[in-house]
Every structure is written in structure tokens, then in C-alpha cells.
């Protein structure tokens, strides 16, 4: 009688202790939705205004996503009246095989809610504004199309075509393989830009920075590039190569008052004029360089002022970037269009591990 006694009250702090956690998991709601036509590849359209975001393909028939938040209910409520309101909860609809996610809008006031959905592995991915929160994208074979204000953006496994844009955060997109006609393009203002490919890629690289440096661990004659400095948005590039000077140009005819003749100091009058016209010319180089990344910071600015605003809508695109360093070239002998900018941040182009 003392054991069955003693056994009650133990059953009882253990159910208790193990109330919270089942509490916390009830409190992550899951929500599935299909596409209407489930032979063919969808899209997955994503606006979450605070939040971090991850995308996971799979062998799956159906979009799942996770999140503390829950879903807004579409069943009318028992009066037979619709909620028009914003709530904490997010919105998942689909239409014309095209799934959208929509959590906070115009004058949000709510907080931050985390998403980790899973996606048929041919499904297209379009982020399209978020103002703050980490995106990442694992083994999603269909293209992705990310624009957000702020935060990191990894994508791994990656092959498809892929377009990228944050005002702050780093990027990184580890490629799984590079599908013909289907283009790399990566953008941080301030941030720094990371490319894992496959030793055996075939692509045409263009990167630029303004304050970083690009830097590769492919030999030179896998990758063979050549290094610019861009003067502005319509003047001409300085190719930097390694300078070997020009043949003296032949002595004129000597003028009716000779000039005293300027000693030798171990290098002709020529090739100092030569390396005087190339350091003037990488010194106005840099200075419309640093013209422009002001002209770029301020646009920048701008447009993150008008996105706060107008928060419901899309994230707007970032400014053309001019002026930088600018390092293009073939891999392999050229294929696929590989693009990174960036102000601040440095940008790597590396073997896949």
C-alpha cells in the first residue's frame, strides 16, 4: 500500500515537468497546403516583414511550413463575418499553382515570427519583402528570387538560377550544379559575397567591390581574369596588367634653340611620363570610384526610407552599382554568367568542399 501510494505523487511531478514541453511543441503550429496542379512545378512566394526564414525541398507532394505563429483561418466566423484586420497570425493561400506566405503588412506593429517550411524540391522560391531576418534555402532545385532589406542569405545545393539582393548582410550560395541559361547574381551593399562551385564549373565571372578584395582559390589557369579599375558609370576602364614599357618614341628634330639636355637618372623621360600617366589615372579613378559609392549610399538610404513607409509592398531594387575594383574572367573556359557587387564586403569564389 506504501509503494502504490509513493507511486501516485511521482506520476504526478513527472506530469507536471513534462507539461511545459508539451506545451512549448503545441505552440509550434504546422500548417499544409497543395498546389493545384501538383505535375507541375510551383511557386513559393514569401513575405514575412520580421523574421527569420528557412526552405527546405524534399520528396514531398504538398508545402509545409512550421512556425510559433498560426495560421489565419479562411472559415468565416459563426455571425457569418469576415476578419479584415491584421492579426499575429500569417496568411497561406495558393492560386494558379503559386503559393504565397504573408506575415505582417502595412503598419505592422506586431513582433518577429520564425518560418521553416518544406517545399517540393522543384519548387520556385521569390522572397519579396522582407525588412529584417535571415533567409536560408537548402536542396531546392527550381530558381530563387530574393530581395530583403536586412539580413544574411545562405543557399545551399543550389541549381537553378538565383538572384539576390540585401541592403546589409552576407551571401553565400554553395551550387550544387550550373544549369545552362540560368544566371548567378548576388548583391550586398554591405556584406560580403561567397560562391562554392563544382572544380569542374563552366562559367563567366564578374565581380566588383568597392572596399573589399576578391579573392579565389582556383588556380590561374582554370580561372584567368583580368582586373579593372572602373572610372564611373559611362567612362572608360584602366585594364591594371603588369606593365612592361613602351620603345622610346624616336627623338624629334632638334628645334632651332636646342634645350639643355636633362640629365639620366636610370630611366627615360618616357617611361616616367608613362608610369606618371598611369598613377594619374588609377588616382581619378579612385576618387570617382569614392564619388560613387556616396552617389550609391545615398540612393541606398533613400530607398530604404521609402520601403518603411511602404511596407506591404515589394522590396525595391537595389541602385546600379558603378566604380570599384572589377576582376572578370572565364572558369573553365566560360558558360554559366556568375555576378557579385558589393560596397563594403569582400567576395570569394571557391571550391566546392
Not at 154 to 173: H, P, R, Y
Not at 218 to 234: A, I, M, N
Request: with cysteine; charged share 25%.
Amino acid at each position: 500500500m506504501k509503494t502504490t501510494l509513493l507511486r501516485y505523487p511521482l506520476l504526478l511531478a513527472a506530469a507536471l515537468a513534462l507539461a511545459p514541453l508539451h506545451a512549448l511543441r503545441a505552440g509550434e503550429a504546422e500548417s499544409q497546403i497543395a498546389f493545384s496542379d501538383p505535375s507541375k512545378p510551383g511557386t513559393l512566394k514569401i513575405r514575412v516583414l520580421h523574421g527569420d526564414v528557412s526552405v527546405h525541398g524534399a520528396d514531398v507532394k504538398e508545402i509545409s511550413v512550421k512556425s510559433e505563429s498560426s495560421a489565419q483561418s479562411p472559415t468565416p466566423r459563426k455571425d457569418g463575418m469576415r476578419v479584415l484586420s491584421s492579426s499575429s497570425g500569417y496568411v497561406l493561400s495558393e492560386r494558379d499553382n503559386v503559393v504565397t506566405l504573408e506575415y505582417g503588412g502595412e503598419g505592422w506593429t506586431g513582433g518577429s515570427s520564425d518560418f521553416d517550411i518544406t517545399v517540393p524540391a522543384s519548387t520556385s522560391v521569390v522572397v519579396g519583402s522582407a525588412l529584417h531576418g535571415d533567409f536560408e534555402c537548402a536542396d531546392v532545385t527550381g530558381d530563387i528570387d530574393v530581395r530583403t532589406m536586412s539580413g544574411d542569405v545562405s543557399l545551399d545545393g543550389t541549381c537553378g538560377g538565383a538572384l539576390v539582393e540585401t541592403m546589409n548582410g552576407d551571401i553565400k550560395v554553395k551550387v550544387k550544379s550550373l544549369a545552362k541559361g540560368k544566371p548567378l547574381s548576388c548583391t550586398s551593399m554591405h556584406g560580403e559575397v561567397t560562391f562554392h562551385v563544382p572544380e569542374d564549373a563552366k562559367a563567366n565571372i564578374r565581380f566588383r567591390t568597392h572596399r573589399g578584395v576578391i579573392l579565389t582559390n582556383f588556380s590561374d589557369k582554370v580561372l584567368v581574369t583580368k582586373t579593372e579599375v572602373s572610372r564611373g558609370k559611362d567612362s572608360k576602364h584602366l585594364v591594371l596588367v603588369s606593365p612592361v614599357a613602351p620603345a622610346a618614341p624616336a627623338a624629334p628634330e632638334a628645334p632651332a634653340v636646342a634645350e639643355p639636355a636633362t640629365p639620366a637618372t636610370g630611366a627615360s623621360k618616357s617611361d616616367d611620363d608613362w608610369h606618371g600617366e598611369v598613377r594619374d589615372s588609377v588616382r581619378e579613378a579612385l576618387d570617382q570610384a569614392a564619388e560613387a559609392t556616396q552617389e550609391a549610399m545615398a540612393a541606398v538610404h533613400e530607398g530604404l526610407a521609402e520601403a518603411r513607409i511602404e511596407m506591404s509592398g515589394s522590396v525595391p531594387p537595389l541602385p546600379p552599382m558603378t566604380g570599384g575594383k572589377v576582376v572578370s574572367g572565364t572558369l573553365n573556359g566560360g558558360g554559366v554568367e556568375i555576378q557579385a557587387a558589393t560596397l563594403t564586403g569582400d567576395i570569394a569564389l571557391k571550391k566546392s568542399d
